[in-house]
Nanobody, 125 residues
Framework: QVQLVESGGGLVQTGGSLRLSCAASGLTFSRYSMGWFRQAPGKEREFVAANIYTGPKYYADSVKGRFTISRDIAKKSVYLQMNSLQPEDAAVYYC???????????????????WGQGTQVTVSS
């Protein structure tokens, strides 16, 4: 059974930092591309960052330079370090797993086959 479990969300002040974690089980982690998406109330789920299993990383323009995606293959985990958080970053953050590395599919939620339950990030102004 493939499963993704996120953690690390919470409440932070504007300008603060959070580190999200996503632990994977039931899949060959080293062969999956991993993505982070977010969804704010009333908005569609949007791409945040992705790490193709061969190494390349991609970021949404809105988070470039502030967020960093990384993975630990031994721990079967992917992380999202979020710095300089702004109120517009507030959302439920989801990690997702996608077999392979097709571009530009890794930017699109519907191409990911497995999702975590989400973790809430709240940024106070």
């Amino acid at each position: 059974q493939v499963q993704l479990v996120e953690s690390g969300g919470g409440l932070v002040q504007t300008g603060g930092s959070l580190r999200l974690s996503c632990a994977a089980s039931g899949l060959t982690f080293s062969r999956y591309s991993m993505g982070w998406f977010r969804q704010a109330p009333g908005k569609e789920r949007e791409f945040v960052a992705a790490n193709i299993y061969t190494g390349p990383k991609y970021y949404a323009d809105s988070v470039k330079g502030r967020f960093t995606i990384s993975r630990d293959i031994a721990k079967k985990s992917v992380y999202l370090q979020m710095n300089s958080l702004q109120p517009e970053d507030a959302a439920v953050y989801y990690c997702a797993a996608k077999a392979g590395s097709s571009w530009p599919e890794i930017l699109t939620p519907r191409y990911y086959g497995t999702w975590g339950q989400g973790t809430q990030v709240t940024v106070s102004s």
